[in-house]
């Protein structure tokens, strides 16, 4: 009797240890949210359009610039926002206004005036760009 009385209190102690392990496995992480950006300009200050009445068409792009690259000169007839995810880019409006990114960095885009990018770092810079358009406008237009 006393065996069993000892087996029984191994079990309920091996039992608590694995639910209190499996009650800690059950927790979820801490969800975090921060606002990267939040404006109703672009990165040169100009006031962002307004939105047309038509049918919303959201498109995400992914841009790979290698080091030394430049994208020629262009411009976006709809509002655009992007996040850098690695390297640098340096972006210059055709007026000669000029932003610097680095990882990490949100940039809002200039919407209808002319301007390129140019990656002065030495590794690719990549980044994501959100384009709120209309359907069937083009999102970027080249000069």
Same mark, same amino acid.
């Given at each position: ?7 029984? %209190?191994? +079990? #309920? =102690? ?8 499996? /009650?800690?496995? @059950? ?39 290698? %080091?030394? +690259? #430049? =994208? ?8 655009? /926002?992007?996040? @850098? ?39 690719? %810079? ?18």
């Amino acid at each position: 009797m006393k065996f069993a009385c000892t087996l029984f %209190a191994l +079990a #309920a =102690l091996a039992a608590s240890n694995v639910w209190a392990d499996g /009650a800690a496995q @059950l927790e979820a992480p801490k969800i975090e949210a921060e606002v990267l950006t939040r404006t109703t300009q672009s990165w040169d200050g100009s006031e962002l359009p307004t939105y047309p009445r038509a049918q919303p068409e959201i498109a995400i792009m992914r841009y790979r610039i290698p %080091a030394g +690259a #430049a =994208l020629p000169m262009h411009k976006h007839p709809v509002i655009n /926002a992007g996040v @850098l995810l690695s390297g640098q880019l340096t972006v210059v409006s055709e007026a000669g206004d000029t932003l610097h990114m680095k990882a990490g960095d949100t940039i809002v885009e200039l919407v209808n005036k002319w301007h390129y990018g140019r990656n002065d770092g030495d590794t690719m %810079a990549e980044i994501v760009v959100f384009y709120a358009g209309i359907g069937g406008l083009p999102v970027v237009e080249k000069k």
